[in-house]
């Protein structure tokens, strides 16, 4: 089981628990919700739960819940810039379709 990151997407963790002065890393998951079922959900980690399945790539470390790594067991986590827009995209090897809108995938 394995959450990877880019690059790109550990810089930007870097820079965004940096400005923000404290925390241990990105929180990831997923919840029930949208067209399609499920969504992404990005958090700072502040602190561990004992649940939590920790990964480490780029000097970031990710937290995950073992309900939501069922869901995203090898997904690469990439931050990508397109003109004035930028946002976390996720290549997730489990996903069976995504909503038209992007915002959720069935799983």
Do not use: W
Not at 79 to 84: A, D, E, N, S
């Amino acid at each position: 089981m394995a959450i990877s990151l880019t690059p790109a997407a550990a810089d930007r963790i870097q820079k965004f628990i940096a400005s923000r002065g404290h925390g241990l890393g990105l929180k990831l998951g997923v919840r029930k919700t949208g067209c399609s079922g499920f969504a992404y959900v990005i958090n700072y980690a502040d602190q561990a739960q004992p649940q939590d399945v920790v990964f480490e790539e780029h000097g970031v470390k990710v937290f995950v819940d073992p309900e939501s790594l069922q869901l995203i067991d090898g997904t690469t986590v990439d931050f990508v810039k397109q003109g004035l827009n930028e946002a976390f995209r996720f290549q997730n090897p489990n996903i069976k379709g995504e909503c038209g809108c992007g915002e959720s995938v069935s799983v």
